[in-house]
């Protein structure tokens, strides 16, 4: 590991608890890990803003890759845009509004877009999201890329509103990325994208790169890194793809990885 120049970790499941917490122990880990040179890197299928929240305190010190790799962007300059075609959203929120208990989410760079205020779905956008929108038309937005279109789903994303969209499989990514979530991007959009655009612009190889993640929208990010990690909580298929195993979220597995990759830097350096 003494080689390692990225590092990047998935939100939800993985660096941050059940509760959803981020445990304020990484804060001393992500300044060492500066101090050796090494990048880090937020990936995470929520909002842009909603990730820089999180890291309020070092936010300048953090590659927020959001919107499942659709936006990546550091120090408020924006590294990599892939949006969705509009005509492609138009008919994504058509094939969502008939399915039960589903709600569309225009999640655009600007703020996402909802037409439902209902208690159990906004208590779930405003977990994800900071900025957001109530208007009475989705296919109405204007003025805002389209970087993914959301799913929330209540009765369940996989079983209740992903059969509806598998037929995009060709065209978009179609990503179950939680119990309750579908999400719709760009065929480009997708965090290992993500991660190969940030090795190519810092010249870092698949070799010096680790990662950690729990759930189906972070397989391709493993690909991309020799160091991949999946959390003792994770998807089978996560695990199956991850070279190594983590601790799971609530164990604090990723600081713990990070730790003993602190300690061996230390030994190399001394």
Known sequence: MKNIKLVATDMDGTLLNS?????????????TLKA???RFVAASGRQYFNLQKQFEPVKDDVIFV???GSYVVYQNQELYVQPLQREIVDSLILTSRPIPNAYP??????????????PAFWAQL????????VVENLLEVADDECLKVSICDLDGSAANSYPHFKAWKDEIKVKVSAGIWLDL???LANKGKAMNVLQQLHG?????????????????????????????????DIKQAARFRAESNDENGVAKVLEQLIVELAMVKN
């Open 19 to 31: 509760k959803g917490e981020l445990n304020p122990a990484i804060y001393p880990i992500l300044a």
């Open 36 to 38: 050796h040179g090494i």
């Open 66 to 68: 959001a919107e499942n």
């Open 105 to 118: 989410i225009f999640c655009g760079k600007k703020k996402a877009y909802v037409e439902n205020t209902e």
């Open 126 to 133: 405003t977990k994800y999201f900071e900025r957001y929108e």
């Open 185 to 187: 991007s760009h065929n």
């Open 204 to 236: 870092i190889s698949a070799a010096e790169t680790m990662v950690f993640g729990d759930y189906l929208n972070d397989l391709e990010m493993m690909q991309q890194a020799y160091f991949s990690y999946a959390m003792d909580n994770a998807h089978p």
